[in-house]
Nanobody
Framework: QVQLVESGGGLVQPGGSLRLSCAAS????????MGWYRQAPGKERELVAR???????NYADSVKGRFTISRDYTKNTVFLQMNSLKPEDTGVYYC???????????????WGQGTQVTVSS
């Protein structure tokens, strides 16, 4: 089994910053892409940022220039630095990883438990 453990959410005022972390552990052979998704109340889950094993990064248009995704490949950890936060960034942020599992020829999608980010004055 593979576990993703997130940390770093919280309450912040508009214009503030937060840094999210997500560490993957377990029966990991390899990890392709890791990323962050978010879900606001009453809305569908959406991609925020994603980084591949080849270091290609993708961002939602709404966060470009404000959020930065990075990854520590040696520790199977992904980070999301969020600056200039806006109230519309509020939601539950989920870590995602596409993992090649030991003993299996397949790649599986794993999700973290989610961490709440609230941007409010």
């Amino acid at each position: 089994q593979v576990q993703l453990v997130e940390s770093g959410g919280g309450l912040v005022q508009p214009g503030g910053s937060l840094r999210l972390s997500c560490a993957a552990s377990g029966s990991i052979f390899s990890i392709d892409a890791m990323g962050w998704y978010r879900q606001a109340p009453g809305k569908e889950r959406e991609l925020v940022a994603r980084i591949t094993s080849g270091r290609t990064k993708n961002y939602a248009d709404s966060v470009k220039g404000r959020f930065t995704i990075s990854r520590d490949y040696t520790k199977n950890t992904v980070f999301l630095q969020m600056n200039s936060l806006k109230p519309e960034d509020t939601g539950v942020y989920y870590c995602n990883a596409a993992v090649g599992v030991l003993g299996s020829p397949h790649e599986f999608d794993y999700w973290g438990q989610g961490t709440q980010v609230t941007v409010s004055s």
